[in-house]
């Protein structure tokens, strides 16, 4: 089974909007941590926000917030205030912080955000 | 503080080839993961490092193989390249890839192609 699922291949938004992207987990473990990643064209993976899944507030760096629903196992992102700069691929990640798949991060398939003027 | 560093960040080799790839972690991470990422496959988990010894393995033929240092840098070989090898090597680190972190930073990447 998928460990992170992310059902939204491309989504486009207009500047300045709001965009939330989509993402849901699989797990059994009762400690683990949600990674969002953006990878623009040049390849590299930008650290955008992490959650922990005993975090009680939904984690917010800037523009960006994770919309964490625990009990529905998913952990969107949300994106205020699109910018052209925006357009990239993102990635949602989980990792399980127990058991013998410690330290490695599951990845979606992602999902290409588009912003147009 | 300096990133994560991949070097070289390109590299074109040949069938048959063996390739190693290095991988500088942001100093005081004592973790270093490698991920190939290709469009078909996506993001595939290769290998982590922590403090000299390999913790995790993904599904990856023994033809990948890697190592860390004591300063925690990391490098990776692969050995007869084939065609579908070519793809995005990717390296993160992390202070310990554990509980406490939340802090999981990745390099440039190198982008091998084998022809």
């Known amino acids: 089974a998928q460990k992170i699922t992310q059902t939204q291949p491309g989504m486009f938004v207009q500047e300045k909007e709001a965009v939330t992207l989509d993402c849901t987990y699989d797990?059994?473990?009762?400690?683990?941590?949600l990674f969002w990643y953006k990878q623009p064209s040049s390849g590299e993976m930008i650290f955008l926000i992490y959650?922990?899944?005993?975090?009680?507030q939904n984690a917010t760096e800037g523009r960006y917030s994770l919309n964490f629903q625990k009990a529905r196992k998913s952990a969107n992102l949300v994106i205020s205030a699109s910018q052209l700069g925006d357009s990239a691929m993102y990635f949602c990640a989980m990792r399980e912080l127990r058991g013998s798949t410690l330290g490695r991060l599951y990845f979606g398939r992602g999902t290409q955000l588009t912003v147009w003027p | 503080k300096a990133g994560v560093t991949q070097t070289p960040r390109y590299l074109i080799k040949t069938r048959g080839q063996q390739v190693t790839l290095s991988c500088s972690p942001i100093?005081?991470?004592?973790?270093v993961s490698w991920y190939q990422q290709t469009p078909g496959q996506g993001l595939q988990f290769l290998f982590e490092?922590?403090?000299?010894?390999?913790?995790n393995k993904g599904n990856f033929p023994g033809r990948f193989s890697g190592r860390q240092f004591s300063n925690s840098r990391s490098e990776m070989n692969v050995s007869t390249l084939e065609l579908g090898d070519s793809a995005l090597y990717l390296c993160?680190?992390?202070?310990?890839?554990?509980?406490?972190?939340?802090?999981?930073?990745f390099g440039p990447g190198t982008r091998l192609t084998v022809t």
């Open positions: 490092y922590f403090s000299e010894t390999q913790r």
């Open positions: 100093s005081g991470h004592r973790s």
């Open positions: 993160a680190s992390s202070l310990a890839g554990g509980a406490a972190s939340s802090e999981q930073y």
């Open positions: 797990t059994s473990d009762q400690s683990y941590g």
């Open positions: 959650q922990g899944s005993y975090d009680e």
